[in-house]
C-alpha cells in the first residue's frame, strides 16, 4: 500500500486585534490628568481613519460620499442614545462639549423657569443659568443634598406661581473630589414637587454607566474629550417638549424647513436639527459614538474594579504624606470616581505641578478646576480640619482611567514624597 504524504499546513498566528478602549499616549510621560481631557481610545482614532476618505456634507448631499456621511452621523445620534439609555422620545443633539449642551439648554428654557443647582457644580452649570436661580449650599453628605433639594423645592411650591416651570441642575460626579452625586434620589424629590433635572455626566460617563430612562432624569449632557474621544463633539439628551418650542441655538442652514422672501420667513424644523445649524461636526460624533460602542461591549463592573483599586492605592498613599491634605465634600468612604484633589503644605500647588512636570514627567492639573466656589470652600475646609496654616490657595489634582497603571501611581506618590527633601520655597 502506498501511503501519500500530505504537506502539514503552516499554521497562521491570528492576529491580535487592539483594544478598542485601549489608549493612545506618548512614551515616558504619564498622562494624571484625564478628568480635564482624557486621551484619545483606539475606537475613536480608527473610527475617524476609517471614514476621513469618505468625508462629505452631512444631510446636505445626493453623492455615495455625502449619504454615507449623513447615514453614519445618524447612527452615532442612535449609539450614543442606546449607551446612556435615552427613551424613545428623547432629543440626542450633538454640541461641542458640556458647556455648549447646558448653554443650550439654559437658551431653551420656557419663560419664568426657576433653575435650582448647588454651590458644587462646575462653571458650566452655574454661569448659564438666568438670573432668580437659586443656588443652595454644598451639602456635607448624599443624604444632605436630598434633604437641602426637598426643602428648597417646597419652599418653591409654596411661593411661585402654579405651574412655574423648575429645573434642578446637578453633577453626576464631581470634577474636583470625585465625588458621585446620589441623582436618583435627587430626581425623585424634584419629580415629586413637579421639577424637571439635568445632569451634568461629563465626569461620571468616563468612569461609570449613565441611564437616563434608570436614573429617571429629563436631560443629561456630556463631553467627548472627557469620554476619550477628543474630536469637539458633546452631546445634550432629554425631553423633546421644551427643546421644540425654544428658538434655535444657533440660527442657520440645517435648521430650517423653509425661508421665504420676507426678511422673517422662517419655519424652523423640530427634532435635534433644530439646534445644529451649520454643517455638523461629522468626526466629532462618530468618535464619540464609537467610544461608546467600545464601552458598551466592555466589562464595565470590571473596569470600575480596576479602577477603584487605583483610586485606593493613590488615596491611601496620599494620605500617608504628612504634608499632603486631600479636599472633600463629604465622608472620606463615599463613593467617587478616579479623582483626587489635594494641596502640599508649605507649597504654591503650580510650583508643585511644575516640578512634577519638569522632574518626574507627569501632568496634574493646578488651580481651582473651574469650579471656584467649590474649590475655595474646601480649601478652607482643608485648613480647619488639618489644623495647618500654611496650605496654599489653589490646589492639585490627580486624575486617572483608561491606561492609568499602578506604576505610575507608585510614581506620582514617590515624586511627592521627595518633595520634602527639597529645599522650601518660603
Known amino acids: 500500500m502506498t501511503v501519500t504524504l500530505v504537506p502539514a499546513i503552516p499554521t497562521l498566528p491570528v492576529p491580535v486585534r487592539p483594544d478598542p478602549l485601549g489608549v493612545l499616549g506618548v512614551p515616558g510621560e504619564i498622562n494624571l490628568d484625564h478628568a480635564a481631557s482624557a486621551p484619545c481610545a483606539r ?21 455615495a460620499l455625502s449619504r454615507r456621511c449623513t447615514l453614519a452621523y445618524e447612527r452615532a445620534r442612535q449609539t450614543v442614545a442606546d449607551f446612556v439609555g435615552a427613551r424613545p422620545t428623547d432629543h440626542v443633539i450633538f454640541t461641542r462639549n458640556t458647556t455648549d449642551a447646558v448653554n443650550l439648554l439654559a437658551r431653551a428654557l420656557p419663560a419664568g423657569t426657576t433653575v435650582v443647582t448647588f454651590g458644587g457644580e462646575h462653571h458650566a452649570n452655574l454661569l448659564p443659568w438666568p438670573r432668580g436661580s437659586v443656588r443652595l449650599p454644598v451639602p456635607d453628605s448624599p443624604a444632605g443634598a436630598v434633604r437641602s433639594l426637598s426643602l428648597a423645592l417646597a419652599e418653591l411650591a409654596r411661593d411661585a406661581r402654579p405651574g412655574r416651570p423648575v429645573l434642578v441642575a446637578v453633577t453626576g460626579a464631581s470634577n474636583v473630589t470625585g465625588e458621585c452625586w446620589p441623582v436618583a434620589e435627587l430626581a425623585r424629590v424634584a419629580h415629586r414637587y413637579g421639577a424637571r433635572v439635568l445632569v451634568d455626566a461629563a465626569q461620571l460617563a468616563p468612569h461609570a454607566p449613565v441611564d437616563v430612562a434608570t436614573l429617571d432624569v429629563d436631560y443629561l449632557a456630556l463631553s467627548g474629550h472627557k469620554l476619550y ?4 463633539a458633546g452631546v445634550l439628551v432629554g425631553r423633546a417638549d421644551w427643546l421644540d418650542a425654544a428658538a434655535p441655538y444657533l440660527a442657520g442652514g440645517g435648521a430650517t424647513g423653509h425661508v421665504g422672501a420676507a426678511t422673517h420667513e422662517v419655519r424652523w424644523v423640530t427634532g435635534p436639527a433644530r439646534h445644529e445649524g451649520g454643517t455638523p461636526n461629522l468626526l466629532g460624533a462618530v468618535a464619540l459614538a464609537a467610544v461608546c460602542a467600545a464601552f458598551t461591549a466592555a466589562d464595565r463592573t470590571a473596569q470600575h474594579a480596576r479602577e477603584q483599586a487605583l483610586l485606593s492605592r493613590l488615596r491611601s498613599g496620599l494620605a500617608a504624606l504628612p504634608d499632603v491634605v486631600e479636599l472633600r465634600t463629604f465622608g472620606p468612604d463615599s463613593p467617587r470616581v478616579g479623582i483626587v484633589s489635594f494641596v502640599v503644605a508649605g507649597w504654591d ?63 506620582l506618590l514617590t515624586a511627592l514624597a521627595t518633595l520634602a527633601t527639597l529645599p522650601h520655597p518660603r
Open 349 to 411: 500647588s503650580a510650583e508643585v505641578a511644575a516640578h512634577l512636570a519638569a522632574r518626574h514627567r507627569i501632568g496634574v492639573r493646578d488651580g481651582l478646576f473651574c469650579a471656584h466656589p467649590l474649590t475655595r470652600r474646601l480649601l478652607t475646609e482643608a485648613a480647619a480640619r488639618s489644623a495647618r496654616t500654611d496650605l496654599p490657595p489653589t490646589a492639585l489634582r490627580a486624575s486617572l482611567g483608561l491606561g492609568t497603571t499602578a506604576h505610575e501611581i507608585d510614581t
Open 229 to 232: 474621544a477628543p474630536f469637539g
Open 43 to 63: 475606537a475613536a482614532a480608527d473610527a475617524v481613519a476609517e471614514l476621513l476618505p469618505w468625508y462629505a456634507s452631512v444631510h446636505r448631499g445626493a453623492g
